[in-house]
């Protein structure tokens, strides 16, 4: 299912014993737009440190609840390694953090989740999976989606909106789109902005820069937010860049596999 990033804030996180706080906002790195950590807002819970919770913990949203499922317990995550809310996502902690865990480190490997291209939960599938050379890893650099709202969209011949909003894939946790604001260069409406089409991210700038027109961007189908994104109005999307949808590319890797 295909959400937004703010409808998803405040809702309640459901572990295996009960509740331990509510969505604050999300952790992505940009290579992959992949969401890496989901930051829990626990109260006076866990206070003085970010409590990240990994995809490979989250079950799946439940919007008529407004709540996430999380497969860990209060324990699990009360002893999980420690992070100041005043610091960074380091590499060290991320090892420390999978390590608590057990789970397969996602920049091990070039695919989106490092030895693997889709979100594998299973242990079993990590023990017969192959493995990849350890030289291939990456090295990912985290943004908050709360940071990167508000960024600019440079065109290939200029401004065109600024981001609002980020769709995520509650089964992937991939980043569909980029939900981009245009009022400010025109008499303006909101649109989607795939990942695939970004060029590259200035974070200096604090601009997003996407390889497409001004105009084909102006053109482009209308985002209203009632209710979800059909895949009609996604296959009208690419048609219109006159790309092929990120499931295409999704089909022939399960194919291949």
């Given at each position: 299912?295909?959400?937004?990033?703010?409808?998803?804030?405040?809702?309640?996180?459901?572990?295996?014993?009960?509740?331990?706080?509510?969505?604050?906002?999300?952790?992505?790195?940009?290579?992959?737009?992949?969401?890496?950590?989901?930051?829990?807002?626990?109260?006076?819970?866990?206070?003085?440190?970010?409590?990240?919770?990994?995809?490979?913990?989250?079950?799946?949203?439940?919007?008529?609840?407004?709540a996430i499922v999380v497969n860990l317990t209060?324990?699990?995550?009360?002893?999980?390694?420690?992070?100041?809310?005043?610091?960074?996502?380091?590499?060290?902690?991320?090892?420390?953090?999978?390590?608590?865990?057990?789970?397969?480190?996602?920049?091990?490997?070039?695919?989106?989740?490092?030895?693997?291209?889709?979100?594998?939960?299973?242990?079993?599938?990590?023990?017969?999976?192959?493995?990849?050379?350890?030289?291939?890893?990456?090295?990912?650099?985290?943004?908050?989606?709360?940071?990167?709202?508000?960024?600019?969209?440079?065109?290939?011949?200029?401004?065109?909106?600024?981001?609002?909003?980020?769709?995520?894939?509650?089964?992937?946790?991939?980043?569909?789109?980029?939900?981009?604001?245009?009022?400010?260069?025109?008499?303006?409406?909101?649109?989607?902005?795939?990942?695939?089409?970004?060029?590259?991210?200035?974070?200096?700038?604090?601009?997003?820069?996407?390889?497409?027109?001004?105009?084909?961007?102006?053109?482009?189908?209308?985002?209203?937010?009632?209710?979800?994104?059909?895949?009609?109005?996604?296959?009208?999307?690419?048609?219109?860049?006159?790309?092929?949808?990120?499931?295409?590319?999704?089909?022939?890797?399960?194919?291949?596999?």
């Open positions: 299912m295909l959400l937004k990033a703010n409808t998803l804030k405040g809702f309640k996180l459901a572990s295996l014993d009960g509740e331990v706080g509510t969505v604050s906002e999300f952790y992505f790195d940009d290579q992959h737009w992949t969401v890496r950590y989901m930051v829990a807002d626990t109260g006076g819970w866990l206070s003085g440190r970010q409590v990240l919770i990994s995809p490979y913990a989250l079950v799946g949203a439940i919007k008529e609840d407004e209060q324990q699990q995550i009360q002893d999980s390694p420690s992070l100041e809310s005043d610091k960074p996502v380091s590499r060290q902690f991320e090892q420390d953090y999978h390590g608590y865990y057990g789970w397969p480190m996602y920049w091990g490997g070039p695919m989106m989740w490092g030895a693997y291209p889709y979100l594998v939960r299973d242990p079993n599938q990590w023990n017969t999976a192959t493995e990849t050379e350890p030289e291939k890893s990456w090295d990912p650099h985290l943004r908050s989606t709360d940071a990167v709202t508000g960024h600019h969209i440079q065109a290939t011949d200029g401004e065109i909106g600024h981001v609002v909003d980020f769709i995520l894939d509650d089964e992937t946790w991939a980043i569909r789109y980029l939900v981009v604001d245009t009022r400010n260069w025109w008499p303006g409406k909101k649109v989607l902005i795939s990942p695939q089409w970004i060029e590259r991210v200035s974070w200096s700038e604090l601009k997003v820069f996407v390889k497409l027109s001004r105009e084909s961007v102006k053109a482009s189908p209308e985002y209203t937010e009632e209710g979800l994104i059909s895949r009609d109005y996604e296959s009208g999307l690419f048609r219109h860049y006159e790309r092929d949808g990120y499931w295409a590319h999704e089909k022939e890797r399960n194919t291949s596999e």
